[in-house]
């Protein structure tokens, strides 16, 4: 069975930074596009990044964009997740999660999710 | 905000059926699939629906997608239980560069 296990969350002062690890194993790692979602407490899902499959493009969502940075280390069948100048509206359970489809015709969707790393950033 | 709009709740009788809607705009809903994603209390998302209408291996018939131009529905039929969660929908947006979800509708079983 397809696994993704994150992991390096924690509580963070404002203005740190931190960085999170998502783990795979069962699948081509290499082969898909990876994304990092997340859900500040009682609140709905977030999209924040992704990075293609060789981590030669990356996207981020605008709250995100220019403080945080995806990677991913194929010989580890890891993806990770630089975050900077870390705020309060950075609150929130991340998580991993694998694109399966084509997104080009608009035909992707997240087929897996780990379980989720808490984030939470407080003085 | 959420770009895609749901209704907050919805509930119904065991045994009954409920729906929720998905309404986007054309760059979104409209020129892509919709995905629906089941999120049980304490739990990570699950995916229940994609490419509109699909469903997963394990995902039992009583749940069913549909789209019509900027719109999807999530139908669930017979509802039992063991289906109270937050329901999201999601696709991407060709306009933002983005993926976006609705805001969630949480299902409650009388």
């Known amino acids: 069975q397809v696994q993704l296990v994150e992991s390096g969350g924690g509580v963070v002062q404002p203005g740190r930074s931190m960085r999170l690890s998502c783990t795979t194993s069962?699948?081509?790692?290499?082969?898909?596009?990876m994304h990092w979602v997340r859900q500040a407490p009682g609140k709905g899902l977030e999209w924040v990044a992704d990075?293609?499959?060789?981590?030669?493009?990356?996207n981020y969502a605008d709250s995100v964009r220019g403080r945080f940075i995806i990677s991913r280390d194929n010989s580890k069948n890891t993806v990770y997740l630089q975050m900077n100048s870390l705020r309060a509206g950075d609150t929130a359970m991340y998580f991993c999660?694998?694109?399966?489809?084509?997104?080009?015709?608009?035909?992707?969707?997240?087929?897996?999710w780990g379980q989720g790393t808490q984030v939470t950033v407080s003085s | 905000q959420s770009v895609l709009t749901q209704p907050p709740s919805v509930s119904a009788a065991p045994g009954q059926r409920v729906t929720i809607s998905c309404s986007g705009r054309?760059?979104?809903?409209?020129?892509?699939?919709v995905s629906w994603y089941q999120q049980l209390p304490g739990t990570a998302p699950r995916l229940l629906i994609y490419?509109?209408?699909r469903r997963p291996s394990g995902i039992p018939d009583r749940f069913s997608g549909s789209k019509s131009g900027a719109s999807a529905t999530l139908a669930i039929t017979g509802l039992q239980t063991g289906d109270e969660a937050q329901y999201y929908c999601?696709?991407?947006?060709?306009?933002?560069?983005?993926?976006?979800f609705g805001g969630g509708t949480k299902v409650t079983v009388l």
């Open positions: 999660t694998r694109e399966q489809g084509i997104a080009l015709v608009g035909t992707a969707y997240f087929d897996y």
């Open positions: 069962r699948f081509v790692f290499s082969s898909y596009v």
């Open positions: 990075i293609s499959s060789d981590g030669g493009k990356t």
């Open positions: 054309s760059s979104n809903i409209g020129n892509n699939y």
């Open positions: 490419d509109n209408d």
């Open positions: 999601g696709t991407s947006d060709n306009s933002l560069g983005a993926w976006v």
